[in-house]
């Protein structure tokens, strides 16, 4: 039951199979000094992409607020201790459209916003929620894996990718979107690396006009013209019911060569309709890529 539980959670956010050992971390990782929390950064924002989040069919950021507002109220109101739980949970499910882009991602009902300025998102079952008593063992996963899972991005993105976003990204909705696309972050930071000939330092990226740089290209995920509108489309992959793949540019049909920008075209979930818009597009990225060059090499 675990192993259909895990692959589940995984698959949340862009699970890669043969990482799995990574994925079940330990305490001892948790106290490491060096290491960095991506899902509860700080107290601007945070991800529930484990949780299902983006898993909704509606799961543009006005429906999402509006779907953990009310559920974050009615479990303040209702749950006074273990017992209204289910009943919490028979409403939410009950009330709330329950549509999924794919069907093998839980989205947990127990999820809300966990500060009154809704900044972050996060477990209404926590103990940190409730005064030191740990609820998860009645969601979905339980207790074990809600504490012990850790998304194939605090393994493949380096210290300074994640330190960069989240000092670059405030923002609850765009943060979730941008730490578990891997191909997006890695893709970035290849590009502007290979320009500097050198791996910017996060320290110098918190600095304007390089922090403001590094934030429009990662609101691409919010503004990208070529984004394919299909609900069953989510980053670089494409869902049919119980069934995902990854998507693909035909290249060949547009009359062009693969784009030297192809993965981060994938990530932001591009449909071209023709040669002029995936031109119109590379000149999109490499704008904000020379656009962040420029700045990084002038400031001493």
């Known amino acids: 039951m675990k192993s259909i539980l895990l692959a589940s959670l995984c698959l949340t956010c862009k699970f890669i199979p043969h990482i799995v050992p990574f994925i079940m971390q330990t305490e001892k990782a948790k106290s490491d000094c060096s290491f960095i929390h991506l899902c509860q950064p700080d107290l601007c924002k945070s991800c529930g992409a484990c949780c299902g989040l983006y898993n909704y069919a509606d799961s543009g950021r006005e429906a999402l607020v509006r779907r953990l ?83 194939p991005s605090y393994h493949y993105l380096s210290s300074e990718e994640k330190r960069t976003l989240i000092a670059v990204i405030d923002d609850w909705y765009l943060y979730g979107l941008c730490v578990t696309d891997i191909d997006l972050v890695k893709a970035y930071f290849r590009l502007v690396s290979d320009g500097l000939f050198a791996t910017p330092r996060p320290e110098k990226i918190k600095m304007e006009p390089m922090r403001s740089l590094v934030l429009k290209f990662f609101e691409l995920k919010l503004v990208w013209p070529y984004r394919d509108p299909a609900v069953n489309r989510l980053g670089k992959y494409y869902f049919d019911g119980a069934q995902y793949m990854i998507d693909r540019i035909d290249y060949e049909a547009l009359g062009c060569e693969k784009s030297r920008f192809d993965p981060i075209f994938l990530s932001l979930s591009s449909r071209f309709k023709s040669r002029e818009e995936l031109l119109a597009a590379e000149k999109i990225i490499q704008g904000h890529v020379d656009a962040f060059i420029e700045a990084y090499s002038s400031c001493s």
């Open 69 to 151: 507002r009310w559920r974050t109220a009615l479990f303040h109101e209702i749950v006074k201790d273990s017992e209204n739980l289910e009943h919490f949970s028979n409403l939410i499910r009950g009330t709330e459209d329950q549509t999924r882009r794919y069907e093998v991602i839980y989205c947990c009902e127990y999820l809300g916003f966990l500060d009154p300025a809704e900044k972050r998102v996060g477990c209404l079952l926590h103990p940190l929620q409730n005064q030191g008593r740990d609820l998860r063992g009645v969601s979905f996963y339980g207790q074990e894996l809600c504490d012990g899972h850790f998304c």
